[in-house]
């Protein structure tokens, strides 16, 4: 039980659409992820989805439009809606999803998500 | 369904220890506060309690310990510790909690929790 560093967390790895968890709120896991480039369109059957821009800009495409978020705005993904986040230079999202949740919705194309 | 704006949502309201509703995550209320002097030691019996600073800097009571939390720091209280956040000068959090959960743990003494 100590704070955690977002930014610190973050030097610790340079990939990108890669999740790394730093902590635990009830049956979620707390996340530190680079965007850069685009992710693929998906959706989350079960499960909102937490995007916390912490630094850099992306952009969450929806069917129907599209929302640039900056440094200091969230966006949170309903259950079921099909969305793409994209970033044309490197962004840093603090992510939050529920424990077991494959980031692309789909076990067989998740990427696994370590822990540091 | 759009980017929330975290300072734009702490710009509409001055109070402390006054947690205001921005967003929905699951069965979670995303909340922005503004701490400043000390709220009373307290614990919540059935969940973790998230708190991310985003400007300020805060300390976290334990029972046998303090830890200071600063901007860019997040600190996860587990269930049914007993802890007390305190601010010497004001200090702006996101806070995560279950719908419906008091801020103090007691519904006898929680603040409500509009929403904005």
Known sequence: MKPVNLAEKLAMFDSHWDPHV???YN???VMVVKFAGEFP???HEETDDFFLVLE???VMDLEDASH???AGELFIVPKGVTHRPRAKAECKVLLIE????PNTGDPATAAPKPRI
């Open 41 to 43: 369109f998906h959706l």
């Open 98 to 101: 529920p424990k077991g949740e």
């Open 56 to 58: 850099g800009e992306m």
């Open 27 to 29: 049956d979620n896991e």
């Open 68 to 70: 640039a978020v900056k």
């Open 22 to 24: 730093v902590a635990d």
